[in-house]
């Protein structure tokens, strides 16, 4: 069923998007406690992506950047994010819409996410910061994968925790 309106696999990757906007929203806000800091990885070649020229020529797929000691102006908008980072001692403004990102983590606590990005295709509702949605965020615990081997021809997925249990 094509418009099956309980699109589990859609519900998961906006519940895992809204944990990197709201971790981001809460270091804009407040700075990076202690040792944690955040690798961001996005697809550069999405068009609503905003880097110089010379880091899409030098990253024309993905590019990953880090949050940590040198950063500043961390500005969240409804649909992206901006910040300044520094390359070559040169200060440079990225604009990079959530539906981008394609990574997400903060080894200081052992945390990763892996975001769904098909080129083009974006998910069918769009992630905001519109406070009247419902939360959407979820815990390393909570967070699914789904192995390829595990679809099955008539597209239902089994889902496991596994990678995100505590040994």
Not at 32 to 57: C, M, N, Q, R, S
């Amino acid at each position: 069923m094509s418009n099956d309106i309980l699109s589990y696999e859609r519900m998961v990757e906006r519940a895992l998007r809204s944990v990197v906007i709201d971790a981001l929203g809460q270091v804009a806000e407040y700075g990076l406690p202690g040792t944690h800091h955040l690798y961001i990885t996005f697809a550069t070649k999405h068009p609503e992506v905003d880097i110089p020229d010379h880091l899409h020529e030098k990253f024309p797929e993905e590019m990953t950047i880090v949050l940590q000691h040198q950063f500043w102006d961390l500005t969240l908008e409804d649909d992206r994010f901006m910040v300044a980072l520094s390359f070559n001692d040169i200060q440079e403004r990225l604009i990079i819409p959530y539906s981008a990102i394609k990574a997400f983590a903060d080894p200081s606590v052992n945390f990763g996410l892996q975001l769904k990005f098909d080129g083009e295709s974006e998910l069918t509702s769009p992630i905001t910061l519109d406070e009247s949605e419902p939360n959407n965020t979820t815990t390393a615990e909570e967070a699914v994968e789904t192995p390829p081997e595990a679809a099955e021809e008539d597209g239902a997925n089994v889902v496991t925790l596994d990678a995100f249990r505590k040994k």
